[in-house]
């Protein structure tokens, strides 16, 4: 019988999905003003004026539940030397060979890498934003630094959806991970074969072929 282990408690969970509905809606809302090409998302928001409303809300709760996360995660998510060394090996990680990764902990480099994106796109999302907040506090702001926080936070957000793509295109390349995010489970094998020093501290035994 397949044993399973808690990655994600209920609440981690919740906050997750809080965070990706928020991501969406601030990413469509967004985009209905990054180019004319895409005005026509605002539809789906009642109409310009009330997607020009709606936005900077969206954006502050995205960052609000990503705060939550970031606060849970960040320990875990701390760069050491071992991810520097499965950084240099990852490209054999992307040709299939994933026995010569080194072993990880709860988080990989390239999970880690794309944390550390998300919370600096979200830092900088959020500065911007305030800076050409209309008519809240705009007005606080010289027309040069607005004009230079419209051209951050446009850069910021291309940055954060080519990470959210990473992300969802890593979780369902890597079979069992949609689980851990859904039910906040993975089996122990799933745990021993892709963070192998995560499984050691939960307890998990190493088959009888290992550390041979």
Known sequence: MMRMLQRYKDGDRINHWIVALCFILAGLSGLAFFHPAFYFLTALFGGGPWTRILHPFLGVAMCLGFLGMFLRFWRSNLWSRSDTEWARRSPSLLRGDEHAMPPVGKYNA?????????????????????????????????????????????????????????????????????????????SEAWARQHHPLWADEMGVAKRPTEGR
């Open 110 to 186: 390239g999970q880690k890498g794309v944390f550390w994106l998300m919370t600096i796109c979200l830092l900088l999302l959020l500065v911007t934003g305030v800076m050409f907040w209309q008519p809240w506090f705009a007005d606080a702001f010289p027309i040069l630094a607005r004009r230079i926080a419209v051209l951050v936070h446009a850069i910021a957000a291309v940055c954060l959806i080519l990470g959210a793509i990473v992300h969802i295109y890593a979780a369902i390349w890597v079979k069992g991970s949609i689980p851990a995010m859904t039910r906040g489970e993975v």
